[in-house]
């Protein structure tokens, strides 16, 4: 896809959270993202199959991770901060799109496996995850986070307990700290 396509996928995706957030998932249809993005219904088929992938975008921040990111990343020293930094950049994500939002997505995603990480091709594993991957790696060659655990199966036992913290967060009567919680959770999970 070309830088061009790229940028007109994320304006489609972003006209179709902001209606999510005003008018709710379900009373949204695909016609309306397309009028708000200035598209036909066509031309959003072109760059997404359905409305609820669209949603299932919100866990897949790789597409165009902000270039602050990334450099704030390589400052870090430590790949155990590392990966706190990303997790909690993730939780800053979630935090900004709103419950209703995640909510969706949580339940669509339940439905899905996580058969990106476990790809043994690596062309088809997402950027995200690769760059992932590798900060596990690093953080266990140095001795900073558990090496008992395989990283494929440590990554996915942190990812399954976002999605718990995320469920939750979004489900909870009372107010909560998404992001306090999860970060204390995951240090559970992950360190000697």
């Not at 940028?7 to 972003?14: C, P, T, V």
């Not at 597409?63 to 390589?74: D, G, N, Y």
């Not at 706190?84 to 339940?107: D, F, Q």
């Amino acid at each position: 896809m070309s830088e061009k396509e790229n940028d007109k996928k994320i304006e489609i995706r972003e006209k179709g959270l902001e209606l999510f957030r005003k008018q709710g998932f379900d009373r949204v249809t695909v016609n309306a993202i397309a009028e708000a993005a200035g598209i036909s219904k066509n031309t959003f088929y072109y760059y997404y199959k359905s409305k609820e992938e669209i949603i299932l975008s919100v866990f897949r921040p790789e597409e165009k991770l902000r270039e602050e990111v990334f450099l704030e990343l390589m400052r870090i020293q430590s790949p155990y901060q590392q990966l706190m930094y990303l997790y909690e950049e993730m939780i800053i994500r979630y935090e900004k799109l709103g419950k209703e939002i995640v909510k969706k997505a949580v339940m669509i995603n339940y439905a899905q496996n996580f058969s990106e990480i476990d790809s043994k091709e690596k062309h088809k594993i997402p950027p995200l995850y690769k760059l992932t991957y590798e900060v596990y790696e690093r953080a266990q060659k140095q001795g900073e986070i558990r090496d008992d655990i395989e990283i494929v199966e440590l990554m996915k036992t942190c990812l399954a307990l976002m999605l718990g913290e995320l469920q939750i967060w979004v489900t909870a009567p009372k107010k909560m700290n998404l992001k306090e919680n999860f970060l204390k959770k995951i240090e559970y999970v992950i360190k000697k």
